[in-house]
C-alpha cells in the first residue's frame, strides 16, 4: 500500500479553523467523548520505528489502550517522530490529542489534535493546534507544518480478527476488553469490512524536540467521520507517557536491572551487544532467563535461552545478549525483549531499545523559528556525520533541495571521521527563494565508498 502522505514546501489551501461557538451547552458537556479519562496500559513508551505499510504485524506495535472503549491503539516514537496506530470502526475517526509539554490541554501553545479519517479507502490526517496562551481563552490555530509532515497508511482491514488481535500482543497487559472489540469490528465472516486501520507518523518539527525522557499527555477518542471538531475551550484530561529507550513489567520489590550498550546504533551485519546488569539484594528466587529481539527485527536476530545465572556474593549477576543483525534487517529502531521467570511463576519483561542503523547516521540542525519574509535569505545549519564503526570513515555529503532552493555550503563536502564511533561536523547554507515557507525537505546523503546513508530532514518556515 502506498503511503499518501506527502512532504513538500507548498502548502494546498486550508479550511477555515475548526471553531464551534456552542458555549457552555449542557448537552455538549455530557456527549464530549474527550471528556472522559484515557487510560493506558504503560506509561514508558518504547523507540520502536514501525513499517507505515497499512499492516499492523505482530509486534511492530506497542499497544496503548483503547479509544472510546473499543478501538485499539498504539503509540510509540524515535528521536524527531512519533508513531500511532489504530484499529476504527467504521464511520469513525481516530482523533489524537496530545499535549506535547505535558502540562495541561488547555495550557500552552504545545497541543496539537491529530485527526485520522478514511476517506476514499485511504487514511488522511488532518491537524489543528490549540492555543491556551490566548488573553481571551483558547482558541484553535493551524498545525498546517504538522500536517505537511504526516505519513499516513492503511485502510479498511481484511485480516481476521485473530491475526489483528496478535498483532496487539505487546504489552505484558492487553487493554481490557480489546479482544472482544477487535473480535466485534473485524469478522472474517463479513462481507463488508466492519473496520479500518491506520499507521502514522507524526512530526512535530516545530512545536517539540522528540527525545528521550520527553513527557507528553496523550488520548485518543473515536468522533463520527462527519462530526464536527469540538469548541477549543472544552478541557480533555490526557494521560501523562513518558519516551524512553527501557521499561520493565512485573517487577517484583528489591529486585533492580540496567542495561548498557557501547554504542546503541547497529549496522546490519554487525552485533549488538547489550549488557544487561542485574542487582537482587533481597534474593528473589530467579529461574530462567530468554531474550529475544521483537516484531520487525526478529528474523534477523537471535533468540537465546538459558537458566538465570548465579548472583555473586555482592547479590550482582551480568548477562549479555551477543547478536549479530544479518545483512538485509531494515534500518530502525528495535526493542530487545527479556523474559525472566520467578521460582513462583512470575514473569518478569524487560524492554530496551536499539537502533540498526546505517554506517553513518546524519543529522541536521536548523533553525526552527522562522516566518515567511518577502526577500530571498540565507539560512545556516550545521550537519553532524556519526559514525555507527569502529573503524576510519571517509566519505562526501551531498545536499538535495527543492527547486528554487540553492545550498551554497555543505554540498559536495568531504569528511574524515577517524575515531571510532566518532562524528564530523559539517556547516550548511542555503539560500531560500522569496516568499519561502510550509515544510521544507532538505535530503542529506553521505557516499563512502558503495555505501550511502541518507537522511531526509524538515525545515518549517511559518506562512
Ligand atoms: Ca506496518
Ligand atoms: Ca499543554
Redesign the pocket.
Known sequence: MALTGQVTGVQPPRDPLPIVPEAGSPALVLTDPFLGPFSVTEPSRLALT????????RQ??DALGLAGGQSPVAFQWQPGALFA?GVVPMGQDSVWSFDLNGDGWLVGDDNLQVRVSLVNGQPRVTTSRLDGTGRDGPLWTSAELVEAGALV?GGPISGTAEAIQRSFEWSATPPVGAPAAIGLMADAASPTPAAWVF?ARILPVNLVAVREGKSIGVRADLIPANAEPKAAFIPRPTSLVSLRLERNQGMPAGLDWEPSYEVRQVMPGRRVDTRLSFKNPTDVPLQRLALWTDGLGNPFTKSVEMPFPAFDRKKRATVTYSSEVSLGASLGWRVLRGLVTTDDGGLIQLFSSYEVAPLVSLSVALPNDLNVIPESRIVRGQISVKSNSRYRVDGQITITVPPSWTAVKGNAKGFSIYSRYGTARVGLELIAPQRASGLIPITVTAKMGSEISEQTVYLPIKG
Open positions: 514501525p513499517l507505515l505499510d497499512g499492516r499492523i504485524q511492530e506495535w496506530a497508511a499507521e
